[in-house]
């Protein structure tokens, strides 16, 4: 079946870093991936789809130059969280859908980024 | 707007017994899909089930299945025999069918409900 990587699985970086997380489809293109923040006890918060080779397209209240998104290649998203504070402490989650027909996407197994 | 509704934040079922976890969505559009996603202590999502809204049948996997009442605007799921390692948070969601093609928009992204936690007592 259709499988995401996502590394680092969980990340603690200092105060005013920046920390890049990878996504990627190891048996199927992802033509579309979408990236997901998840704080304890609550649901999925989408953050922004991105289409390889397009920008991304962020939800509203989310910081586009704080959560960069690239999509460069089929197989590839990175979600860069820039000069991380604190408050950007949580799990941050990819699901990728392919060029076929899926009903279902496919997750990645998620970061836990921890920022001191 | 889409919305998904999971009215249940918590529920307990004796193992071996049956349990029903309900959802409710809002939409107008006529052609969607529904699924249910499982994210265990791990915290990784794994596909339940899914039902394609033209689909009259209830889809079936397994212990798993669905009660789908188009009209009702429900979405439940029912599991059997329920074991241990179906503890988790269960999470409903929804995904317009709309448009198609490559180039896929935020028309084909998740509208996740809050999630229900199921836990299976031995």
């Known amino acids: 079946g259709a499988v995401v990587s996502q590394h680092p699985s969980w990340v603690i970086c200092k105060s005013g870093t920046s920390v890049k997380i990878e996504c990627r489809s190891l048996d199927f293109q992802a033509t579309t991936m979408f990236w997901y923040r998840q704080f304890p006890k609550q649901s999925l918060m989408l953050m922004a789809t991105?289409?390889?080779?397009?920008?991304?397209?962020?939800e509203q209240g989310v910081e586009k130059d704080k959560f960069l998104i690239n999509h460069a290649s089929l197989t590839l998203s990175t979600l860069t969280v820039t000069s991380a504070h604190p408050e950007d402490s949580s799990f941050y989650i990819c699901s990728a859908r392919g060029t076929a027909i899926y009903y279902g996407y496919t997750f990645g197994s998620g970061t836990r980024l921890t920022v001191v | 707007a889409q919305t998904v509704t999971q009215s249940q934040p918590e529920m307990s079922v004796q193992e071996a017994e049956t349990v029903t976890l309900s959802c409710t969505y809002d939409t107008s559009e006529s052609d969607y899909y529904l699924f249910w996603y499982k994210q265990p202590p791990s915290r990784q999502m794994i596909l339940v089930i899914r039902?394609?809204?033209?689909?009259?049948q209830n889809a079936t996997e397994n212990r798993f299945s669905v009660n789908f009442q188009k009209a009702a605007k429900s979405f439940s799921l029912k599991i059997s025999d329920s074991q241990l390692g179906d503890a988790a948070m269960y999470f409903c969601a929804y995904r317009s069918a709309k448009g198609g093609g490559y180039r896929a928009s935020g028309t084909y992204k998740y509208i996740f409900g809050t999630g229900t936690r199921l836990k299976v007592l031995a």
């Open positions: 039902q394609e809204a033209y689909k009259q």
């Open positions: 991105s289409n390889e080779g397009s920008k991304a397209t962020y």
